[in-house]
């Protein structure tokens, strides 16, 4: 893989807004006096999408019959990085006004500003932003400005008051500890692997307690980490109290912050069905309706295509067709526009597929761009249960070999994948080869039960009985 340059990868991770925005920055005389950044910009940013140009031929454009100088070009580049570099950083200070007035409370306070600084100092104090451990961050660092400030001021005889300073460190701390545990533990019970999180005891202990069970910050990470840390029963009591503490404190958080709260709520509910207990598909299905109504978060990003597949999968198995196929077309819209097409010609083959309409689902996946290992595999075991539902043999057969080849040349698909996959054609397709044999059905029943490691295990099940009862 051929490596990009610094400047290639700061210039690709500008918007055509950013691109029109910097040319504006390196205009203005107070930011750039050198002219060649100018040309350097133009020059580098028509070519992004072309392989990368040679540093000699960019040079040939800013400095056209003149011999190469390698020093001055190194040093031309190394200007433009750092504009390109101060101007990111001046538009994350625009988008994050916390950290930007923390920033200004600093430059104020050293030049004893003192009406301006305070003004300042108060508005971060008393910030109603989102709730994120890099809020009690800024409150400690600003508080910290103004402990600096004030102590300076004070006579020998006066004690400054360190209480704020000590409360927002120890939020934040705490906050942070909580959020990144919570990341461990998940982590933990995924890969089986034991994380070993240095104080956990005393973290509980504290976030329990006065004052900071009453941040909701705070609670809600406390209850993520006891649900995912604690036996069943009380795991399941912090998942309830973490599922109503959403609800109430939507509002308090950002969007990304209250996505990654609620993805606790769907890992814990995926683990509850993996464990065979199924009425948790409903309680996943509620979490997901909480979230598709709630504005803020929905608008925030685009919609994965893989839980907007999700949604229609749970709710179809949940029976839940009407209010699945209004989901389908209503929030289609919510995906990223390269997704649409594609995640609805899939979806809508699915809902038929589930509604017995199985000539339809067949001509609905031709629409299928199959460019992604997933959908190919998704797909195709459609395609083969839509022929085994018609009884259409020959058809059947040629699906089921042509899946076994596409899954024995496909190197992007673990062996895992690749067995569970084999297994489900396997199965089914000793399941048409036994026709009305009663004794050959109850042995695959039993090979079945013996494996387990199969794609589509419950409907399976279904299917052999189904057969047996036939």
């Avoid at 202990?205 to 910050?217: G, I, M, N, T, V």
Wanted: aromatic share 12%; with cysteine.
């Amino acid at each position: 893989m051929v490596k990009k340059s610094k400047t290639r990868e700061l210039l690709e991770a500008m918007s055509a807004h950013d691109q029109k925005s910097f040319r504006n920055y390196l205009d203005s005389s107070y930011f750039n006096c050198n002219t060649v950044h100018r040309q350097l910009f133009e020059i580098l940013t028509k070519g992004l999408n072309k392989p990368e140009l040679e540093k000699e031929a960019v040079y040939r454009e800013i400095c056209p019959g003149k011999k190469y100088d390698d020093k001055f070009y190194r040093y031309s580049i190394s200007g433009l990085n750092k504009h390109l570099i101060n101007y990111y950083t001046l538009r994350h200070l625009e988008k994050d006004a916390v950290l930007n007035d923390a920033v200004a409370a600093k430059a104020l306070s050293s030049r004893d500003c003192e009406k301006a600084f305070l003004m300042i100092h108060d508005e971060i104090e008393n910030s109603s932003s989102h709730q994120t451990a890099s809020l009690y961050h800024q409150k400690f660092d600003n508080a910290e400005t103004f402990l600096t400030y004030t102590g300076n001021k004070l006579n020998r005889k006066e004690t400054p008051d360190y209480s704020q300073t000590l409360l927002h460190l120890d939020t934040f701390y705490l906050a942070k500890k909580l959020q990144l545990s919570c990341e461990v533990a998940n982590l933990s019970n995924i890969l089986k692997t034991n994380y070993e999180i240095a104080l956990l005891d005393s973290l509980k202990k504290l976030a329990s307690a006065e004052p900071f069970c009453d941040f909701p910050l705070v609670k809600i990470y406390y209850h993520i980490l006891r649900m995912l840390t604690d036996r069943d029963a009380d795991a399941e009591i912090h998942f309830g109290i973490v599922e109503n503490l959403l609800k109430t404190h939507t509002d308090k958080f950002h969007p990304k912050e209250l996505g990654e709260m609620y993805q606790y709520l769907k890992n814990y509910c995926i683990k509850k069905v993996n464990q065979g207990i199924l009425e948790y598909l409903r309680t996943l299905f509620n979490i997901y309706g909480d979230m598709l109504a709630n504005k803020s978060l929905m608008n925030y990003d685009y919609l994965s295509q893989w839980e907007y597949k999700n949604i229609v999968s749970i709710s179809l198995r949940l029976n839940e067709k009407d209010w699945c196929a209004q989901f389908i077309h209503k929030y289609n819209s919510f995906l990223k526009p390269e997704e649409r097409e594609n995640a609805l010609a899939y979806n809508d083959s699915y809902f038929m597929f589930i509604s017995n309409e199985y000539r339809k689902a067949i001509r609905k996946l031709q629409e299928v761009s199959l460019n992604d290992v997933f959908y190919q595999l998704d797909a195709r075991v459609i395609l083969l249960k839509c022929y085994y539902e018609l009884e259409e043999t020959d058809s059947f057969f040629y699906q089921a070999s042509a899946f076994r080849l596409f899954l024995l040349r496909n190197r992007h698909i673990s062996d895992y994948q690749k067995n569970i996959y084999r297994n489900l054609i396997k199965f089914l397709t000793a399941i048409v080869r036994a026709g009305f044999s009663k004794s050959k059905l109850l042995k695959i029943q039993n090979e079945i039960e013996k494996e387990k490691n199969v794609a589509d295990l419950n409907w399976l099940r279904t299917k052999v009985r189904e057969a047996i009862a036939a």
